[in-house]
């Protein structure tokens, strides 16, 4: 482990976007995006995915020199066509034109299509409630998930985040995918010979299992049962379907076939807090609000009850000051790119 | 079990209303809201609702002649005061100014405080969706669950709800609560004398229980754990907090209080759907959404994968051509309540 600097970082992770094609101002915004997934301790949807995204724009699956549009349909309302830019960039652009309508019209909502994987959701969020801005945000996703009750896949493990800004404290932070578990999770349960509960995954035929193995050939299960399912769908007609983008199967598989661009699509839904009232009273609220939930207490002594964002805003303020821990492999991998020097 | 048309149930849950207090016209607003609800099946949230609604009404708990005002913090965005009306009556306020405001500006939010419980959400979503707005609803209410890892109730089971249309077919139809499952289930399983999954509730302490016993006497858990307890985070937020109206336990009990205004709030998001493409594209994609999910073939042959809403919809289409099945009981009820012979 190295710890850099989030400047050190970033401009390690913007040369590495240089070097494959996208312009220094967009490299920067990509890594503006994914540096503070790392600063979250996001680990998975930060710089390591320079490896994933690289993959595509050196065979051309991702557009390296995109022109990124924007329609305005109605004051409050815009559609975005990502030209099939780094997801990040697609993000960082729709974040802006809501942020830019919602601050006088009260909220806007900006619907992308053409785009592809475009990092977490939090960071989105954040960047919206240190303006003032409460946030929906989603995107649809590779299919991994089977309908509520069928047998194969063809709708994606959809993120689906939300923000309410603090004016005197840590922001409410919640970004979450549908599934019980992350893929991962039963990967270890696998490894470690353990069983599962039967509310994680199916086996291949779509019957809830017991069996890490035959999970790991089956679905992912979303939370609730039919709510999950309900849930994940609705996210893909905004970020899909009412986009324009591709929706459930029409998702081209991120690894069997990097050289067809994935028209994800994207939604944000912002909503200017600040003409609800003023900062004194919204403060007052949201302190109050998170004193409520940290006075329950705890059922287990070791683990105090949170509001959602904490954890990742509190490790925000320890590797600002103390440095970004970043993996041996991955630093190199990041030095080889950013001089050009790619895997074959 | 007599069978009433949509019309006779309506005039006599109106003419119910009218003798608590209200006039013909909010209580034709009111009865138009929990009728359509008895149209989706949703019997629970339904004109049963008379009795606890007229119990609070008789004790000015609600306020029979309200005058619910708009202020209009910016074109996008409202603020809805509910004078403490009954809550469809709010509700059908916000989501007429939220449809007038996102037929121009393409969005609209409308915030509302001093409410009370607004029935199911399918129905404004219906009503939404025939005009042609997808949208995001959701109240907060009582509390019921505790804070994830915490040991006492100190959120609501908040309802949330969405829905898509669907220019020559069914809308895309939504209405959850955030708990894995209802209260009424587990008091079942107490009287059948079964077990419950341990992901269902807690003990008094918080501790995730196989005893519908111990869950009786304890919480609620959410969907999903820590998401399904940001989730219903996140609707009070917007509900409550950002509303001005009460959240969390600051929420008035229903039944402990019964005099008390509750101010509960809602949130209620349109997107004109008319906005992004004409009704032919719309049409076709959401044939096409349905379609695919459709054909996944059901892991148990007995229950076909469906999309959410069909359930609602399909039994509406029943109940209107062939009327809609009311207990004795409660058509008693309404009857005493419509010529103002209420329980003591």
Redesign the interface.
Same mark, same amino acid.
Request: net charge positive.
């Given at each position: 482990m190295t710890k850099l600097s989030k400047n050190e970082l970033t401009t390690l992770t913007q040369s590495a976007f240089v070097a494959l094609g996208l312009s220094p101002e967009d490299a920067r915004e990509v890594a503006y995006v994914l540096v503070m997934a790392e600063l979250f301790g996001l680990t998975t949807h930060g710089v390591s995915r320079v490896e994933s995204y690289g993959e595509r724009l050196r065979v051309k699956g991702i557009n390296p020199t995109p022109n990124i549009t924007v329609e305005t349909?109605?004051?409050?309302?815009f559609?975005v066509d990502g030209d099939n830019a780094v997801g990040p960039l697609v993000g960082m652009k729709c974040l802006n034109v809501a942020m830019l309508a919602a601050k006088?019209?009260?909220?806007?909502?900006v619907?992308a299509r053409n785009s592809n994987h475009f990092g977490p959701i939090s960071p989105y969020s954040l960047l919206a409630a240190e303006q003032g801005f409460?946030t929906?945000i989603g995107s649809n996703a590779t299919t991994t998930i089977?309908?509520?009750? $069928?047998?194969?896949a063809? +709708?994606g493990n959809s993120p689906l985040g !939300?923000g309410?800004p603090n004016p005197k404290g840590q922001p409410?932070l919640?970004d979450?995918a549908m599934s019980?578990v992350a893929r991962a999770k039963i990967r270890n349960a696998f490894k470690s010979g353990q069983s599962i509960?039967d509310?994680w995954a199916?086996d291949a035929?779509?019957?809830p299992t017991t069996s890490p193995k035959d999970a790991l050939d089956g679905f992912l299960l979303p939370?609730?049962g039919?709510?999950?399912?309900?849930?994940a769908?609705?996210v893909d007609?905004?970020a899909g379907?009412?986009s324009?983008a591709a929706?459930?199967?029409h998702v081209k598989s991120w690894l069997d076939e990097p050289d067809l661009p994935q028209n994800l699509g994207h939604f944000f839904?912002l909503?200017?807090?600040q003409?609800? $009232?003023n900062s004194e009273w +919204?403060a007052q609220?949201?302190h109050d !609000?998170a004193a409520?939930?940290h006075d329950?207490?705890?059922?287990?002594p070791q683990?105090?009850?949170?509001?959602?964002g904490e954890i990742e805003l509190n490790k925000m303020q320890d590797y600002l000051q103390n440095g970004i821990p970043i993996d041996d492999d991955l630093l190199l991998l990041l030095q080889n790119y950013s001089k050009g020097h790619f895997p074959k």
């Open positions: 349909c109605a004051p409050s309302l559609k006088a019209q009260g909220v806007a909502v619907l409460a929906i089977a309908p509520w009750g $069928g047998s194969d063809r +709708l !939300f309410v409410f919640l979450m019980v509960p509310t199916t035929k779509g019957v939370i609730g039919h709510k999950g399912y309900g849930l769908l609705w007609m905004l379907l009412l324009g929706y459930l199967t839904i909503i200017n807090t003409l609800l $009232g +919204l609220r949201m !609000f409520i939930l329950s207490e705890a059922a287990d683990k105090p009850v949170i509001v959602p």
